[in-house]
């Protein structure tokens, strides 16, 4: 699958990302018909354009949600909290588009623009991994605000609505080694997703359902990888999506 034109975007860290947001056939690299069809995420105004991300824990019919009073989608602002919610064709908060950054190795190298040493973990085991950011678009209207983690990363941050496109704490890694089906692109595969900031990525911090908050209910976090026997990660550390509007 080709990633298109990519341009360096403005910031302090500037990172690699595509002009456009990727679209559903173009990021699951041409998937059957009928998986599209099956199952759907967003508002009915988003459309085919939004995903729904949801966790093995959980299961689809609860999805990713920035928590923002009245789900009408208002109120946006860097800082605000992103959960798991129930999925419904009518709340806006749950809207978000996939725009597509490109692989672990284009962030390589040695330049102040560069993220990774390319003689570092990631760059030298998985440096073919997809790098993707969330973009908040409620009613299927891009925002300048992905899913994120404020600063550095740090096991037990929360995830929260951050600036897009200006540093690699709105990136997230595909990791493609511990994924149900192996291509963490296609609707229905689970993976889980590598928080940009992480530290070591011989323990990567990953995206977490943490299943005992109350304000809001399934906070993300982003916390360290647990693998199980099997070399998957532990269920809240899993998550698949699907495209469209809830069923």
């Known amino acids: 699958m080709g990633i298109g034109p990519i341009r360096r975007l403005a910031g302090a860290s500037a990172i690699m990302a595509v002009t456009v947001a990727v679209s559903a056939t173009a990021l699951v690299g041409g998937m059957a018909p009928a998986m599209a069809a099956e199952s759907a995420p967003g508002t009915i105004a988003c459309g085919g354009a939004c995903f729904s991300l949801y966790s093995r824990q959980l299961g689809p019919g609860v999805t990713m949600n920035a928590f923002i009073a009245g789900d009408n989608g208002l109120g946006g602002k860097v800082g605000r909290k992103v ?7 009518y709340r806006p908060n749950g809207d978000f588009i996939p ?50 983690v404020p600063g550095t990363g740090a096991a037990g941050q929360n995830v929260t609505l951050r600036p897009c496109g200006v540093s690699k704490s709105t990136l997230w890694i595909t990791d493609s080694a511990h994924s149900f089906g192996a291509d963490c692109r296609v609707p229905g595969n689970f993976c889980p997703w ?36 099997d070399g998957h990660a532990v269920s809240t550390q899993e998550f698949a999506f699907y495209w469209g509007s809830v069923r």
């Open 194 to 229: 590598i928080s940009g900031t992480t530290p070591d990525f011989k323990t990567p911090l990953v995206l977490t359902v943490d299943t005992s908050t109350r304000s809001p209910v399934y906070q993300l976090k982003i916390e360290p990888e647990s693998l199980l026997g």
């Open 83 to 89: 959960n798991m919610h129930p999925a419904t064709d």
């Open 99 to 148: 725009t597509l950054a490109g692989h672990v190795f284009q962030f390589c190298g040695t330049s102040s623009q560069d993220f990774y040493s390319p003689t570092s973990y990631v760059c030298t085991s998985e440096g073919s991994y997809w790098v993707f950011e969330a973009n908040w678009a409620p009613q299927g209207t891009t925002t300048d605000l992905c899913v994120g």
